[in-house]
């Protein structure tokens, strides 16, 4: 898995780094077959307080891409409700993957 951890208008320090990377193990607990992860952290520049940070990723999965934005006063907070999204997207992509169908019954004569 390559992830890719960037921010705009902030330095990503080593702390949040490893507070993105721990939240994203769960992910990779329900689905380990992720090839790309991108993860944008921003801080956007507006005048009331509410939502100004943004957490934003991009997942390449085989055969899909998912793609999940969340924003909130804290950028921890952020992060927690992207991964939740992302973890909801994950679970349901995956449940469509697997093979549900059943073999057939073998007939007794």
């Not at 790309?36 to 991009?58: S, Y």
């Not at 992060?79 to 059943?102: E, I, S, Y």
């Amino acid at each position: 898995m390559n992830l890719t951890i960037s921010g705009h208008h902030l330095d990503v320090t080593p702390a949040l780094r490893t507070y993105v990377t721990t939240k994203l193990d769960r992910i990779t607990r329900h689905f380990d077959q992720l090839v790309d992860v991108k993860v944008l952290l921003t801080i956007e520049k507006q005048k009331e307080k509410q939502g100004r940070q943004r957490a934003e990723c991009n997942i390449h999965v085989k055969g899909s891409d998912m793609f999940a934005e969340s924003s909130h006063a804290d950028l921890y907070a952020a992060v927690d409700d992207l991964v939740d999204k992302l973890d909801r997207q994950v679970v349901r992509h995956k449940d469509r993957v697997q093979d549900h169908h059943h073999a057939a019954p073998k007939r007794l004569m």
